[in-house]
Nanobody
Framework: QVQLVESGGGLVQAGGSLRLSCAASGTFFSINRMGWYRQAPGKQRELVAVVTTGGSTNYADSVKGRFTISRDNTKNTVYLQMNSLKPEDTAVYYC????????????WGQGTQVTVSS
């Protein structure tokens, strides 16, 4: 079983910054892709950013140049540095990991609220 525990959400003014963290724990062989998704009220969950084991990244167009995803493979942790936050970034942010357990399986965190005030 794999657990993903997120931290770092909160309330921030527009233009501010937040850093999200997500640590994976449990028994597994390895982690492939790790990433962040978000879901705003009344909207579908959408990709924010993902990072592979080798460090390749992919971002949603709406966050390019403002958000940076990174990971520490020694700690099985993924980070999301969010700068120049906008009210439209307000959402619940979910951590996601594709874990070899040993078969590949998707795991999700419980989510952390990010609220950006104007």
């Amino acid at each position: 079983q794999v657990q993903l525990v997120e931290s770092g959400g909160g309330l921030v003014q527009a233009g501010g910054s937040l850093r999200l963290s997500c640590a994976a724990s449990g028994t597994f062989f390895s982690i492939n892709r790790m990433g962040w998704y978000r879901q705003a009220p009344g909207k579908q969950r959408e990709l924010v950013a993902v990072v592979t084991t080798g460090g390749s990244t992919n971002y949603a167009d709406s966050v390019k140049g403002r958000f940076t995803i990174s990971r520490d493979n020694t700690k099985n942790t993924v980070y999301l540095q969010m700068n120049s936050l906008k009210p439209e970034d307000t959402a619940v942010y979910y951590c996601n990991a594709l874990v070899n357990d040993p078969d590949a399986a998707d795991y999700w965190g419980q989510g952390t609220q990010v609220t950006v005030s104007s």
